[in-house]
Nanobody, 117 residues
Framework: EVQLVESGGGLVQPGGSLRLSCATS????????MNWVRQAPGKGLEWVSV????????RYAVSVKGRFTISRDNAKDTLYLEMNSLKPEDTAVYFC??????????WGQGTQVTVSS
């Protein structure tokens, strides 16, 4: 069974940092591109970042470029999102998603990030 489990969310002040993790199991993690996607309160899904299977290429939404860093550890089957200089508009539920088509075939349950003073 494919599983993706996010963790690391929480409440942080503007300008602060958080590191999200997505632990995976049930598939060959190193074979797949992986994404972070977020959903702010009352809004639709927003793609945040993608990383290729071997970490050679990463891409970011304009809204987070320069502040967020996606990475992965294929030995640990885990995806990460380092978030710095957080802003209130980064408040959202953050999901990791496997890039298996349509465009994503498996999602985690999400982790809440709240940026507020």
């Amino acid at each position: 069974e494919v599983q993706l489990v996010e963790s690391g969310g929480g409440l942080v002040q503007p300008g602060g940092s958080l590191r999200l993790s997505c632990a995976t199991s049930g598939f060959t993690f190193s074979n797949y591109y992986m994404n972070w996607v977020r959903q702010a309160p009352g809004k639709g899904l927003e793609w945040v970042s993608v990383i290729t299977s071997g970490s050679s290429i990463t891409r970011y939404a304009v809204s987070v470029k320069g502040r967020f860093t996606i990475s992965r550890d294929n030995a640990k089957d885990t995806l990460y999102l380092e978030m710095n200089s957080l802003k209130p508009e980064d408040t959202a539920v953050y999901f990791c998603a496997r890039d298996g088509g349509a465009p994503y075939d498996y999602w985690g349950q999400g982790t809440q990030v709240t940026v507020s003073s």
